[in-house]
T-cell receptor, first 114, second 111 residues
């Protein structure tokens, strides 16, 4: 069974631009969660999608948004990029809600904002 | 103060030693996860606990809900165990649940 895939793996953008990251979950998994990891803040929860609905959201500004498609693939979008958005963005999939199920993580997308 | 605190932040040990990593939290939780992150960023879920103890190979995780504390133990440690270990608690939040992470413990096992 293929694992969680994320594209692109690396991305360089400039301040003010927007970016879209993609996550394909393990086949059959219905929940996709997104996380941001930085050296200063560590891992932080962004949001979780389940059956195309945002189920939960972390404490991030509205510039961070996401969606999930009917095939469970998910995208996250960051608009008006800031230098502080430079981070490793990880997605994870699980069969059902992430809090009570084993999550399978993708390799991450490393975003650099110049 | 962070809601989830791990100790130690860094740990270096010799191959074969028994390792303990601690996680303390200050909020009510319904479950706790232990994750392993290798250099390069890949994260693997090790355990999910809501009570008691779980064992998988050389890894053992325990949780004491009353004391708000969990431990991850590694027996007969090996250099391939070198990684960052992250504790995450499941915290009720506005009718749903969300994960709150500790800052991680960087473990280095020398041969």
């Amino acid at each position: 069974k293929a694992g969680v895939t994320q594209t692109p793996r690396y991305l360089i953008k400039t301040r003010g631009q927007q970016v879209t990251l993609s996550c394909s979950p393990i086949s059959g998994h219905r929940s996709v969660s997104w996380y941001q990891q930085t050296p200063g803040q560590g891992l932080q929860f962004l949001f979780e999608y389940f059956s195309e609905t945002q189920r939960n959201k972390g404490n991030f500004p509205g510039r961070f948004s996401g969606r999930q498609f009917s095939n469970s693939r998910s995208e996250m979008n960051v608009s008006t990029l800031e230098l502080g958005d430079s981070a490793l963005y990880l997605c994870a999939s699980s069969l059902f809600f992430s809090s009570y199920n084993e999550q399978f993580f993708g390799p991450g997308t490393r975003l650099t904002v110049l | 103060k962070n809601e989830v605190e791990q100790s130690p932040q860094n740990l270096t040990a010799q191959e074969g030693e028994f390792i303990t990593i601690n996680c303390s939290y200050s909020v009510g939780i319904s479950a706790l996860h232990w994750l392993q992150q290798h250099p390069g960023g890949g994260i693997v879920s090790l355990f999910m606990l809501s009570s008691g103890k779980k064992k998988h190979g050389r890894l053992i995780a325990t949780i004491n809900i009353q004391e708000k504390h969990s431990s991850l133990h590694i027996t007969a440690s090996h250099p391939r165990d070198s990684a960052v270990y992250i504790c995450a608690v499941v915290k009720p939040s506005q009718g749903a649940q969300k994960l709150v992470f500790g800052q991680g413990t960087r473990l280095t096992i020398n041969p």
